[in-house]
């Protein structure tokens, strides 16, 4: 099992951010510029009382060691099924990420930047591989990936709003 860490900041606030999050303009450029994702599709999207539901399949093409590749059952083909819970009154969201070889929980918190407008989202995940044979190489690999991921990700928010202004 690996703990991953990371932390952005962005020029908007929380509430603003975590609509962002579900706006259709927003999802399509992520989509557009995120290495290595293939498909995106949304499987559901639902208010509960204040929390609000998202759940979210994706396809990534990311190239895998040819050891790990053989020992997976799906010979790497990466589809992950996310779900998001968000508390929007509260500032945070839990998320499940589950793939044939992968279960990540990860508890992110909104919280105010340092500046006026700012806020500053800080994210816990625990990684776990399902693959007994290869899971140390394996969760080392989806542990760099992450951390690209979520840097990914934060460049591509930077750029929508920077267009959006």
């Known amino acids: 099992m690996k703990e991953i860490h990371t932390e952005h900041v962005f020029p908007i606030s929380p509430e603003r951010l975590m609509e962002l999050m579900d706006e259709d303009a927003y ?4 989509a557009e510029r995120m290495p290595g994702l293939v498909d995106f599709e ?12 998202r759940r979210v ?14 020992a997976l059952p799906s010979k790497g083909e990466g589809w992950l099924e996310e779900t ?3 508390y929007p009154k509260e500032r945070r969201m839990e998320s499940t990420m589950v793939s044939t070889v992968t279960k990540t929980v990860r508890l992110v918190h909104f919280h105010e930047g340092s500046h006026p407008g ?3 989202r800080v994210s816990h995940s625990r990684l776990e591989a399902k693959v007994p044979l290869v899971a140390g190489a394996l969760e080392k690999l989806m542990e760099r990936e992450a ?19």
């Open 147 to 165: 951390h690209k991921h979520k840097d990914s990700e934060f460049d591509i928010t930077m750029a929508f709003l920077q267009e959006m202004a």
């Open 27 to 30: 999802r399509d450029f992520v």
């Open 57 to 70: 399949r994706m396809k990534f093409d990311t190239p895998l060691p040819a050891l790990i590749k053989r």
């Open 84 to 86: 998001n819970l968000l």
């Open 42 to 53: 949304r499987l559901e999207f639902r208010w509960d009382g204040d929390t609000r539901i």
């Open 118 to 120: 700012e806020t500053r």
